[in-house]
Every structure is written in structure tokens, then in C-alpha cells.
């Protein structure tokens, strides 16, 4: 019976190099192009031959044949569409922290740099805003104008009681005057930050 298994496995394999000799074996089928009297039948070919189209040569395209007042809007779009991203990539990544989904790994640090792009100091700064705005029932609206690195520092301190304070300190302030504030608010309450964690 194992020699019948045997042979019936070696005809199979057989008959599967038979049939890629076969294919090997075959002429290569020519393609012929055609081309209209008149016409450039050196273009042509080129045509023919053209790949499918790129995304990054279309969008190159697109980008170079922008007027004016496109590109500004345009660039508003791309702005308000990264921070966007940058949010929901905090959200996912506070999402993989909780859960402890980075279990093939000995700690998120670790997940983080062996399987993203982001330094892990990064991706903490993601994870903190984005705990930050949803604990603090902060709307989008309310914060996009601050960017990004005056949210990264009232991250810290902001809650639900205090996200109107800490968002008009930032409307008014400096990057580097609202992390002044934000480490004497840190000082004088103990280094408490958000999420129970002390101030590094």
C-alpha cells in the first residue's frame, strides 16, 4: 500500500514537471502591434509596452499642475488629514498598550520599535495625546488649532475639569512658555499626571 502512495505521488509529481516542461517547451507567443498609416510607430510601441500606471507618477502629475490658490487649500487638507492620522495612530497604539497585544514582545518599547517606524519616545507622545483628548472629552474641534507639540504638553495635565483652562493657556501661549506652565502646574501638584503616572 506506501509503494502504491509512493508511485501515485511520484506520477504526480511527474506529470506536474511533464506539464512544466511542456509550458517551458512552448514557443513564446509574439504580441503584434499594429499601427495606423501615418502614425509614430515608434510611440506606439512605447505605448504598448507601457506598465500599468503608477501612483506616485500620477500623484507627481497631479501635484505639479496645481494653481495657486489649489495648492494652499490642498496643503490645509494634508494638514488637518496627517494630524488626524497621528491621532488615530495614538488611539491604536493606547489601544495595543492596554490590551497587552504586544505579548510577542517583552515590553510595548520593544513592540514599538520591532514593528513600526516610529521611535518608541513617539509613539508614547501619540499614545499620550490621544489618552489625554479621550479621557478629557475634548472634542477634535476644540484642539486642532494647538498642533501638535502644544498638545503633547498639556497631554499631561489636561482632564475633564481643567480642558478649557488648559486649552486657552495653550491658544495663548508659546510652545516652550506652555511647557514652562505645565511643569510648575507638575511641581506644585506633585508631578500627578494623567493616567496616575509621575512627570520624567
Known amino acids: 500500500m506506501e509503494n502504491l502512495v509512493q508511485e501515485s505521488s511520484a506520477d504526480q509529481g511527474n506529470e506536474v514537471c511533464a506539464a512544466d516542461n511542456a509550458v517551458l517547451a512552448a514557443p513564446p507567443k509574439k504580441s503584434i502591434l499594429t499601427f495606423p498609416k501615418g502614425g509614430n510607430a515608434k510611440a506606439k510601441a512605447v505605448d504598448a509596452a507601457k506598465p500599468e500606471t503608477d501612483g506616485v507618477i500620477d500623484l507627481i502629475q497631479e501635484i505639479e499642475n496645481l494653481e495657486k490658490a489649489d495648492a494652499i487649500e490642498r496643503l490645509g ?12 495612530i495614538g488611539g491604536v497604539l493606547s489601544v495595543i498598550q492596554k490590551n497587552k497585544w504586544f ?20 509613539a508614547h507622545a501619540l499614545t499620550q495625546i490621544y489618552d489625554a483628548i479621550a479621557n478629557s472629552g475634548v472634542t477634535w474641534a476644540m484642539v486642532k488649532h494647538l498642533g501638535w507639540t502644544k498638545l503633547r504638553a498639556i497631554a499631561r495635565v489636561l482632564t475633564k ?28 501638584s506633585g508631578g500627578a499626571v494623567v493616567g496616575g503616572s509621575t512627570a520624567t
Not at 487638507?77 to 488615530?88: A, N, P, S
Not at 510577542?104 to 520593544?110: G, L, W
Not at 480642558?163 to 510648575?184: C, E, F, P, Q, T
Request: some cysteine; aromatic content about 8%; glycine content about 6%.
Open 77 to 88: 487638507e494634508l494638514e488637518e488629514g496627517h494630524e488626524k492620522t497621528y491621532f488615530e
Open 161 to 188: 475639569d481643567n480642558a478649557d483652562h488648559w486649552i486657552g493657556i495653550a491658544s495663548k501661549n508659546s510652545k516652550i512658555g506652555i511647557r514652562g506652565l505645565v511643569k510648575k502646574h507638575l511641581a506644585a
Open 103 to 122: 505579548d510577542t514582545c517583552a515590553s510595548f518599547d520593544e513592540w514599538v520599535e520591532n514593528n513600526t517606524a516610529m521611535k518608541r519616545s513617539k
